[in-house]
T-cell receptor, first 111, second 111 residues
Framework: DQQVKQNSPSLSVQEGRISILNCDYT??????FLWYKKYPAEGPTFLIS?????DKNEDGRFTVFLNKSAKHLSLHIVPSQPGDSAVYFC??????????FGPGTRLSVLP | SQTIHQWPATLVQPVGSPLSLECTVE??????LYWYRQAAGRGLQLLFY??????ISSEVPQNLSASRPQDRQFILSSKKLLLSDSGFYLC??????????FGSGTQLSVL
């Protein structure tokens, strides 16, 4: 049973527009969430995090929104750039350890 | 700052052969260490984690084993590889701001 779901395997967005990547979780004990970006044949790199005491965290072009009641979070990238094309993973954990990852969403930003 | 060294970057092994992947961490002491695997078209699956020398926890039953002979060394092994062991293997450690910091990964192909 997947505890962290990313229901869109892929997403295509025009350069300059907003990319919205979604993530749902089932475990109500999860209280810390991460987003990672991964290029082929490389390790994932950290993008942004959010804890359950917040509903929004922003870092430059990246904003993560958390809806605890819906057990849903989303990553917004605006404006999207071709270099943002990668696989994005959502991860969740209780107490900030032993993160569970979603299956990933492949984002393609078209020039 | 912390760095993770993971090798080799690419490995092709026949079915039934042994495996040893090594990960070393610099710039920290007594780190939590993790082995993740990304199978083709799938998300990141936690295989093992270790909170100290000789302390290994397994998340999923499998054909692999892990060992931590030194504080900053984490080894992933198999006595006999299966086709299903193919994947991208990632070593990771905790890092304060990013929570999980990944190495560059090893692409293992079992033929």
């Amino acid at each position: 049973d997947q505890q962290v779901k990313q229901n869109s395997p892929s997403l295509s967005v025009q350069e300059g527009r907003i990319s919205i990547l979604n993530c749902d979780y089932t475990n109500s004990m999860f209280d810390y969430f991460l987003w990672y970006k991964k290029y082929p044949a490389e390790g994932p790199t950290f993008l942004i995090s959010i804890s359950s005491i917040k509903d929004k965290n922003e870092d430059g072009r990246f904003t993560v929104f958390l809806n605890k009641s819906a057990k849903h979070l989303s990553l917004h990238i605006v404006p999207s750039q071709p270099g943002d094309s990668a696989v994005y993973f959502c991860a969740a954990s209780p107490y900030g350890q032993n993160f569970v990852f979603g299956p990933g969403t492949r984002l393609s930003v078209l020039p | 700052s912390q760095t993770i060294h993971q090798w080799p970057a690419t490995l092709v092994q026949p079915v039934g052969s042994p495996l040893s992947l090594e990960c070393t961490v610099e710039g920290t002491s007594n780190p939590n260490l993790y082995w993740y695997r990304q199978a083709a078209g799938r998300g990141l699956q936690l295989l093992f984690y270790s909170v100290g020398i000789g302390q290994i926890s397994s998340e999923v039953p499998q054909n692999l084993s892990a060992s931590r002979p030194q504080d900053r060394q984490f080894i992933l092994s198999s006595k006999k590889l299966l086709l299903s062991d193919s994947g991208f293997y990632l070593c990771a450690t905790d890092r304060a701001l990013e929570k999980l910091f990944f190495g560059s990964g090893t692409q293992l192909s079992v033929l």
